[in-house]
C-alpha cells in the first residue's frame, strides 16, 4: 500500500536548479545525512528557516552526557545514605554537586550549532 495522495496545496510540482560545486554538493550530502535527511527536503528546510532535527552525532553527545550525570547521581546517593548514616564526612560532595551542574548545564542549555545553518 503506498502512502496518501497530497492534496494539490501540498504537491511539489515545481522544480528549482542550484547550480553548485562538487565540493558543495558534497558538502550538503554529509550535512543532509547527518540530520538523516534527503538533500531536496535538508536544502528546503534550510532555505525556509524549518527546524531541522538534531544530528545524530549531537544525540549520541547528549547520550553520553546523560549516562555520565546518572553515574554522577549514583555517586551522590551512596554519599548521602553514607552521610546520613553518619560513616562519612561531606568531603567531595561540593565539588560532585558542581560536577553533576556542569553536566546538566552542557545537556540543557547548549546551543544547538548546525540547526539555523
Request: aromatic content about 2%.
Amino acid at each position: 500500500m503506498g502512502a496518501p495522495r497530497k492534496s494539490p496545496e501540498k504537491k511539489r510540482d515545481v522544480r528549482t536548479a542550484v547550480m553548485l560545486t562538487a565540493l558543495e554538493r558534497a558538502q550538503l550530502e554529509e550535512r543532509a545525512g547527518a540530520c538523516g535527511l534527503s538533500l531536496s527536503e535538508f536544502m528546503r528546510r534550510q532555505s525556509l528557516g524549518r527546524a531541522m532535527p538534531a544530528a545524530a552525532i549531537d544525540n549520541r553527545a547528549r547520550a553520553l552526557l546523560a549516562t555520565a550525570l546518572l553515574r554522577l547521581g549514583v555517586n551522590l546517593n551512596q554519599i548521602t545514605r553514607r552521610m546520613n548514616a553518619g560513616r562519612l564526612d561531606s568531603f567531595g560532595l561540593p565539588a560532585l554537586i558542581e560536577d553533576i551542574r556542569s553536566h546538566l548545564d552542557r545537556i540543557t542549555h547548549e546551543p544547538d550549532r548546525d540547526r539555523a545553518g
